[in-house]
Nanobody
């Protein structure tokens, strides 16, 4: 079983920065990709950024050049550095671990609020 725990959310002003952290535990042998998803108010959960076991990164067009996903294997943590934040970045950010067979594991989420 895989467990994920997010932290680092909060309230910032437009143009500010936050770094989200997700500590993962349990067997990761079936995990192919770690990622971050955003569920904005009234919207479906959408991919923000992901990183594969091979280190390949993928970003939503809306965050390219502003957000960076990284992983510390030793600390079993995946990070999301968010810069130049915009009001549309507001919502709950969920950490995700996806298995080779497509099964997804989710954290409890962390709230990010960007105000002007």
């Amino acid at each position: 079983h895989v467990s994920l725990g997010e932290s680092g959310g909060g309230s910032v002003q437009v143009g500010g920065s936050l770094r989200l952290s997700c500590v993962y535990s349990g067997s990761m042998s079936r995990i192919d990709t770690l990622g971050w998803y955003l569920q904005a108010p009234g919207k479906q959960r959408e991919l923000v950024a992901e990183i594969t076991t091979g280190g390949r990164r993928n970003y939503a067009d809306s965050v390219k050049g502003r957000f960076t996903i990284s992983r510390d294997h030793g600390e079993r943590t995946v990070f999301l550095q968010m810069n130049s934040l915009k009001p549309e970045d507001t919502g709950v950010y969920y950490c995700n671990a996806r298995q080779w067979d497509g099964v997804k594991h989710w954290g409890q989420g962390t709230q990010v609020t960007v105000s002007s």
